[in-house]
């Protein structure tokens, strides 16, 4: 099927450029990655990925975590699971 439509869409540049990261370890163009994306949309009826509104305390995780704040640092997967079962 000829690809001759034309889409024009403006996002965050920031998760543009990490998102075109990404694709180039994939060798995956962007124009590509969106047509992937739209096939599955027009094939599942939906959009291909769940939809959620996280809760409160997920939410404020996000941010600590983005914040660097309250980070729990191992330094071997031992040591993760010895952490995580206390």
Do not use: C, W
């Not at 660097?68 to 079962?85: D, T």
């Amino acid at each position: 099927m000829p690809r001759t439509a034309t889409i024009q869409a403006r996002i965050d540049p920031k998760i543009k450029v990490q998102a075109q990261k990404i694709l180039g370890e994939l060798q995956i163009s962007m124009s590509d990655a969106i047509s992937m994306y739209l096939a599955q949309v027009a094939l599942q009826k939906r959009i291909p990925f769940d939809l959620k509104i996280p809760n409160e305390l997920t939410t404020k995780t996000i941010g600590k975590s983005e914040q660097k704040k309250n980070l729990h640092k191992v330094n071997s997967v031992k040591n993760l699971f010895e952490k995580l079962e206390n």
